[in-house]
Nanobody, 131 residues
Framework: EVQLVESGGGLVQAGGSLTLSCAASGFTLDDYAIGWFRQAPGKEREGVSCISSSDGRLYYSNSVKGRFTISSDNAKNTVYLQMNNLKPEDTALYYC????????????????????????WGQGTQVTVSS
């Protein structure tokens, strides 16, 4: 059974940092692209970052580029999202998801990552950034 479990969310002041973890089970990271999405109340879900562990390809949305870093540890079957210089507008429920590996190619080409190609989702972890 494919499972994704996020952790690491919390309350932080603006300018602070958090690291989110996405622990995967039931598959190996090389089989999928792993994406991080976020959704704030009243807003659409936004794809913020993605990693293809098999070849190291990465994607970042413009809203987080330069502040967030995605990485993976295949030995732990875990993907991380290091978030620095957090802003109040980063406040959201953050989800990780597993999807078709070539999703990252499309995201890089189009400059946006949609949720449609992602089949498996975690339950989410809340990030709140106070001003």
């Amino acid at each position: 059974e494919v499972q994704l479990v996020e952790s690491g969310g919390g309350l932080v002041q603006a300018g602070g940092s958090l690291t989110l973890s996405c622990a995967a089970s039931g598959f190996t990271l090389d089989d999928y692209a792993i994406g991080w999405f976020r959704q704030a109340p009243g807003k659409e879900r936004e794809g913020v970052s993605c990693i293809s562990s098999s070849d190291g390809r990465l994607y970042y949305s413009n809203s987080v580029k330069g502040r967030f870093t995605i990485s993976s540890d295949n030995a732990k079957n875990t993907v991380y999202l290091q978030m620095n210089n957090l802003k109040p507008e980063d406040t959201a429920l953050y989800y990780c998801a597993a999807g078709w590996r070539e999703t990252i190619t499309i995201a890089q080409a189009m400059g946006v990552m949609t949720s449609t190609p992602f089949d498996h989702w975690g339950q989410g972890t809340q990030v709140t950034v106070s001003s």
